[in-house]
């Protein structure tokens, strides 16, 4: 694999990125501005009816992030202005349509003849969505940025991001290996996607037909999706549609050289654009801000089971420098699949992560929306479910005991419930994801002397208990506030 300089790379390269007020899409945008400013231009689709909603959601969603104060430090406002305005194309747009959902047709025929990278990380990444938004992002809009790809005429390849998780609830080594059409988890026959398209018309049909409410047309799409996701293996509607997007993706690519990027649990950013940065609280955030609320004293889980996180800049280096390499590698029969992650290389385990958040938060407490300072709980990992409701049923160790009416306990209830059985799949099962060819990325930078100083993606950087003591968990209460999210 012959590997040369990112920087020089990108100077002059057109981009377009999908999704681009998403968590990954922010930090790579952020990244390629920072360190290659001659990048000639990038196209950002933003789900948006028109040009002022697109402009709006990228300054409000993106420009307006804690995350782009580093280079704005560098360029006074009306420079740093005329430098976005120079160089970032906003277009409403929307993957579960073809050609994106491009109206403008010179817009259209403009990026087909000067794209040279595509990166699609357009995604909904919600366990439990509903089937028609899931299929038509994840899976169906996997289908038609490939498509649109295939018609530029000087693309060099399409990065699209996946993620770790399509393997579903396995233990073991994980493979970086492609999915077939129509392959399952459990051996199931019979996974068709025109078939499952079919099946969400048709369900909605009906909805509608029957003047269902929008409530109840959501309560009965999210129940299809669980339903089809576990009929074929996977435990959620996110990693389902996902797998089916890979599956096309495989299918239809022709001679277009494909990366797809496998990232697990993306923590907050590790050295750049600066240490902490995450957005919201997403995966195993939410656990962590619920134990140092003082809300979260029991999940379902095994002691021994690594908790494979990565953070974010990590993966954006990873998709750089993969890009970089398949832009000069002809392309083959499959896509180029990267899991970027830490399990092999530097394991961390859920129960060191929990006893990490447990000292520091005992040190320093987390402040309440009521001022008021919280006691973190140490957490206990219980063997299953039943034993989860067992704990909840006994009000005294309802950890929301005296705090409202009965109505309000059993809603608390019903939500921690709810948080532990989906968490459940990372604390019960300990896949260890293979990176063999995210590792030869690495080998190949360092022996072509790729400036891994910039773009460094190697998890034996990181010294975990640091890691968290003084970047995660600082940068977690930071979003937290900066959200106004009270759980």
Partial sequence: MELGSVVEF??????????????????????????????????????????????LRFQNEVLGKDLFRIIKEKWSTDDFNSFILEKVILIPGDITYEDLGLKDFNLKQKMMNELDIIVNSAATTNFNERYDVALGINTLGAMHVVNFAKKCVKLKDLVHVSTAYVVGERSGLVLENSYQMGETLNGQSGLNIDTEKNRVEQEMNKLKAERASEKEITIAMKYLATERAKMYGWPNTYVFTKAMGEMLLQQLKENLSVVIIRPTIISST??????????????????????????????????????????????????????????????????????????????????????????????????????????????????????????????????????????????????????????????????????????????????????????????????????????????????????????
């Fill in 10 to 55: 990108l100077e002059n390269k057109s981009i377009l990125v999908t999704g681009a007020t998403g968590l990954l899409a922010k930090v790579l945008v952020e990244k390629i501005l920072r360190a290659q400013p001659n990048v000639s231009k990038l196209y950002l689709l933003v789900r948006a009816a028109d040009a002022e909603s697109a402009a």
């Fill in 270 to 487: 590790y050295k750049e654009p600066f240490s902490g940065w995450m957005e919201g609280l997403k995966t195993m955030d939410l656990v962590l801000a619920l134990q140092a609320q003082g809300k979260l004293s029991y999940l379902v889980g095994n002691s021994n089971v690594v908790l494979d996180a990565i953070p974010a800049d990590m993966v954006v280096n990873a998709m750089l420098v993969a890009m970089v390499a398949h832009a000069k590698q002809p392309s083959d029969d499959h896509v180029n699949i990267y899991q970027v992650g830490s399990s092999l290389r530097n394991p961390v385990k859920g129960v060191d992560i929990l006893d990490y958040s447990y000292d520091y938060f005992t040190k320093k407490p987390w402040i309440n929306n009521n001022g008021k300072l919280a006691k973190v709980c140490k957490v206990t990992l219980l063997n299953n479910m039943d034993s989860f409701h067992r704990h909840m049923a006994t009000q005294s160790l309802s950890p929301f005991k005296g705090k409202g009416v009965d109505s309000d306990l059993s809603r608390n209830a019903n939500f921690l419930t709810t948080i532990v059985r989906f968490y459940q799949t990372y604390l019960l099962f300990n896949p260890i994801f293979d990176d063999k060819n995210t590792e030869k990325l690495r080998i190949a930078a360092r022996d072509n002397g790729v400036e891994t100083d910039m773009f460094y993606f190697d998890p034996n950087l990181i010294e975990w208990k640091d890691y968290f003591m003084n970047i995660h968990f600082p940068g977690l209460v930071k979003a937290s506030q900066s959200c106004g999210h009270h759980i």
